[in-house]
């Protein structure tokens, strides 16, 4: 009768669940992603970082391998454009892509992991991304290539980062940008670059970009909002543009040809004012680099900074779970109750995931309602990444890949090798194709997501106790199951090592999601008395 009692509850929370995921939240629109990145000599391993949270209400939530292939001359690829689909009775928001065209295919192109934003292929080469918008004007329709695409591209075709950026140039100018703008943070095995685009203007075929290297003992954030400033060009070891990037500013009026050019001031000025963004650049550099007290209202932060001590991989997934406690800006701190003990405390019942309407009912400040605020995890997020490039590890280990499903914060991260020949089924079938169901991974995690917020005082204490300990044992058994792989390799077993690593993603692939559905049964119905 118990099995049976929980079952049911399993299947009403699934439609509870879909109901709420269709529902778009228009206060996020717009706010959606943050990537954070780290030089090679601000890691605790020596390791280059990227990453990335894609925020949003309609991406597809599975991840695959799209090996490697040869091309005949003459072959072509088709290149689609991302749109909203109609939304439809009982379905999940989504998109849907229609196809604009097509390109030629190189002779040969890389193996690279296929999430909504490819994020990292076999030679090291990774990408994290956040939209900024920039000004509108600027938007142009007379081209092919849009974000998603443009990442599939480079991941294909490039094995470091100048030459993708230098790439993404190339493409961009014979094929158009047909994108809002975008940064890509894009890292090798021995630097990270920010790239930062937009559309050339409307009925004109192009883009307008720069591109900024992160140097090698920093770390960087971008958080919806543009933040390259001062471009030299002179230096072409950190910096790269289009060749249209101080024209197009002046003859449009954005900048008067004699002041100081300012990239973000001249083409996305309004996301240097957007508290959303603003707060999350802040946060990042004040978790990494506390001893500069940052100002947290104010309107530029240094494009990247030193960090006191260096970043372990562990931190980096302690930053994206992160939601202001313990600041001034926790949704939360205004929720208030009387504990056991007479003290005032943050309610149990009371969630730093709060949509607007919410935050609106309790009359909270500094939300979705007053100022756009938002933490770095949210509950609308559909995957997060934290990419390690390493150059003192052959390319078949050194491409790492954490991925998590749903809200980071109720999340786990597992390692996934951007050689493996395959992914468990449930990680590459998308949750938007099959609605509520066991066979997409994300809707594990997003079901554990979704009660906690039910009375995340007490629930995120049990999620907590369940995810640490298995992700401290990934961590290490990433270490020692890469050890193996190496001797493989050292012994000329490549298809050995491939598999050792194949292998391991799996397993804790599938160990994570069976952890999560079984976290979602022990907390629906271990606090069902408390609701």
Not at 84 to 107: C, F, H, L, S, T
Not at 116 to 127: F, G, M, R, T, W
Not at 484 to 492: P, S, V, W
Request: glycine content about 8%.
């Amino acid at each position: 009768m118990k099995k049976l009692f929980s079952l049911t509850l399993v299947a009403l929370l699934g439609i509870m669940v879909a109901g709420a995921q269709n529902q778009v939240d228009p206060m996020t629109e717009g706010m959606e992603c943050t990537t954070i990145t780290v030089g090679k000599k601000a890691s605790a391993d020596g390791s280059v970082m990227t990453s990335h949270t894609d925020d949003s209400h309609r991406s597809r939530t599975n991840i695959m391998v799209e090996p490697a292939k040869d091309h005949q001359k003459g072959d072509k690829q088709t290149l689609y454009k991302r749109v909203w689909a109609k939304n439809e009775p009982g379905k999940m928001a989504r998109y849907e892509d229609i196809p604009v065209g097509e390109i030629d295919q190189p002779a040969h192109t890389f193996q690279f992991l296929n999430t909504a934003y490819p994020c990292a292929n076999e030679k090291q080469l990774a990408i994290g991304e956040s939209t900024f918008g920039g000004r509108a004007e600027l938007k142009s329709d007379s081209g092919l290539i849009d974000c998603q695409r443009l990442c599939m591209l480079l991941l294909q075709r490039c094995t470091t980062a100048r030459e993708a950026i230098r790439t993404a140039g190339e493409l961009l100018k014979q094929y158009g940008w047909i994108d809002a703008g975008e940064c890509l943070t894009i890292a090798d095995k021995n630097e990270v670059w920010h790239l930062e685009i937009m559309g050339p203007g409307k009925g004109k075929l192009g883009a307008v970009w720069a591109a900024q290297r992160v140097p090698d003992d920093h770390v960087a954030v971008n958080a919806n909002a543009s933040t390259i400033r001062e471009i030299n060009l002179k230096d072409k070891d950190f910096y790269m543009a289009s060749d249209n990037v101080y024209s197009l500013a002046k003859e449009n009026g954005w900048w008067d040809g004699k002041s100081t050019f300012q990239f973000a001031y001249a083409y996305a000025p309004s996301t240097r004012t957007m508290i959303a963004c603003r707060r999350r650049e802040w946060r990042v550099f004040d978790l990494l680099a506390p001893s500069l007290h940052l100002d947290p209202n104010s309107e530029n932060y240094p494009f990247s900074v030193k960090p006191d001590s260096a970043v372990t991989v562990e931190k980096m997934m302690s930053i994206f779970k992160d939601y202001y406690e313990g600041t001034p800006y926790d949704m939360r701190k205004n929720l208030t109750v009387t504990d056991k003990d007479g003290k005032t405390v943050i309610s149990p019942m009371a969630n730093p995931f709060m949509k607007s309407d919410e935050l609106k009912l309790h009359k909270i400040n500094g939300g979705w309602n007053e100022l756009g605020e938002r933490n770095i995890a949210v509950h609308f997020t559909v995957y997060g990444t934290i990419i390690q490039c390493r150059a003192d590890m052959p390319d078949e280990v050194g491409a790492l890949c954490w991925f998590a499903l749903d809200n980071v914060a109720s999340s786990i991260y597992v390692p996934i090798y951007a050689n493996v020949t395959d992914l468990p089924m449930r990680y590459k079938t998308d949750a938007r194709e099959t609605g509520f169901s066991k066979d997409a991974a994300w809707w594990g995690f997003n079901r554990v997501g979704t009660i906690a917020c039910q009375r995340w005082g007490d629930m995120h204490k049990v999620i907590d106790k369940t995810w640490e300990p298995l992700e401290k044992e990934f961590l290490s058994g990433s270490k020692q199951i890469e050890t193996e792989a190496l001797r493989q390799l050292n012994t000329g077993n490549r298809a050995g090592a491939i598999k050792t690593l194949t292998d391991y993603t799996n397993q804790c692939g599938n160990r994570a999601v069976d952890a999560a559905w079984n976290l979602g049964d022990y907390i629906w119905t271990s606090f069902d008395g408390m609701w």
